[in-house]
């Protein structure tokens, strides 16, 4: 697929990855075999007839594409872009075993998503199921809250979803950079679920604006509880409430929402920095260390406590990270913040780590070398070592 350059892309917000050509689509989905027995789909968390809506690209019946994707998904354009394809769908696909790349399954179904709405194609969407005169509540607007409202509706249910934040689509908007997922095609989703008659009331907090059982009283029959998992996690290391250490979460918070991205034209409270530092491995990790380089850093680097094997972080994100100038740093983890006689970040004290025994997770444990520990300079830690389920 197509992107914009690293040393381009790595000064602005813009999306790195520029989509397919019509021709270009059609090219890659000639490639699919249409195997009797597609793995791809039971390798989709949600079941889409991927032959199908491969081969409707294939015969350049985009609208097709497209409505046979919503079938069972109801945000395509931006499950094409963040799913982990490679691990699901794609890891399925039969042209592996002929030692082939697989069909790119996710970038085609960014395309249709995409192709129909820059071209003002009508999509026949199924039908939603007869009216059953019952109202349920959605508790959250991420994927999971939008998604149930949408297949919800569909089923001919009175849908309003609960969303605590002043922005639909909890961590697709606060969490996920514009480079990544811009909010153009965010918004474009979230209007799709609503023209399917659901309503999203925002600044609404389920617990102090109304209990669920207000909700009950007023008619609400039935609740889908999605309020995400944005609690992080903490080393507990010393040094970790010094100003300019914070939590991913916090962090790419303040630059999506408060709109940092936009800086100087939005005067957002983001610390613009010469060092920063990013500890973990995962997907928020290339978030947060590639939006520090957005945001004016000179130098960021990735301080992650196992080998680059192990790093669950998506390949593509690892490569445009690297492409981009991000340094990573293996089997490292700070043992310590350092801070001035003012209270904020100057350095970081790391340690040496070498693998040992599998753990729980199957993977093999990080365990420290004694004497190892070095400092690195960084006015920014920005810690992204996993989140768990919002308390209720």
Not at 21 to 26: G, H, T
């Amino acid at each position: 697929m197509p992107e914009q350059p690293a040393a381009q892309r790595a000064a602005n917000f813009l999306e790195v990855n520029q989509g397919y050509s019509l021709e270009m689509a059609r090219e890659e989905a000639q490639r699919c075999l249409d195997c009797g027995d597609p793995g791809c789909v039971s390798g989709c968390p949600v079941a889409i007839d991927i032959p199908t809506f491969i081969k409707y690209i294939e015969s350049g019946e985009i609208a097709l594409a497209l409505a046979t994707l919503r079938e069972t998904n109801g945000l395509p354009a931006i499950c094409g872009r963040v799913c982990p394809q490679e691990v699901q769908c794609e890891k399925n696909c039969n042209l592996i075993k002929a030692g082939k790349e697989p069909v790119a399954i996710g970038h085609l179904e960014r395309f249709a998503a995409d192709y129909v709405r820059s071209n003002d194609q009508t999509v026949i969407e199924s039908a939603c199921g007869q009216a059953q005169g019952e109202k349920i509540a959605v508790v959250g607007s991420g994927p999971a809250g939008l998604t149930a409202a949408a297949d919800l509706a569909r089923l001919g249910y009175q849908v309003t979803v609960f969303e605590g934040l002043h922005l639909p689509g909890g961590v697709l908007t606060y969490g996920i950079p514009e480079f990544r997922l811009p909010r153009s095609i965010l918004n474009q989703e979230i209007d799709f679920i609503r023209s399917l008659g659901v309503e999203i009331k925002t600044n609404f907090l389920v617990g102090r604006t109304a209990t669920l059982t207000d909700l009950s009283q007023a008619g609400y029959r039935a609740f889908f509880i999605g309020t995400g998992a944005g609690l992080p996690s903490f080393m507990n290391v010393p040094g970790e409430n010094l100003l300019g250490v914070c939590s991913a979460n916090e962090y790419l918070t303040r630059v999506n929402l408060m709109k940092a991205f936009k800086f100087p034209e939005y005067d957002t409270p983001v610390p613009v920095v010469k060092k920063a530092a990013v500890i973990g491995g995962g997907n928020v990790a290339m978030d947060a260390v590639r939006t520090a380089l957005r945001l004016g850093a000179k130098e960021a680097v990735v301080y992650y406590r196992r080998s680059r094997v192990e790093m669950p972080a998506r390949v593509e994100e690892v490569k445009h990270a690297e492409e981009e100038g991000i340094r990573f740093n293996f089997l490292t983890a700070p043992v310590r913040y350092v801070g001035d006689d003012r209270g904020r970040l100057k350095g970081l004290v790391l340690q040496r780590l070498t693998l040992g025994e599998p753990d729980a997770s199957g993977r093999r444990r990080p365990v420290p070398v004694p004497g190892s520990e070095f400092e690195v300079e960084a006015e920014l830690a920005v810690v992204a070592i996993g989140q768990s389920p919002n308390p209720l």
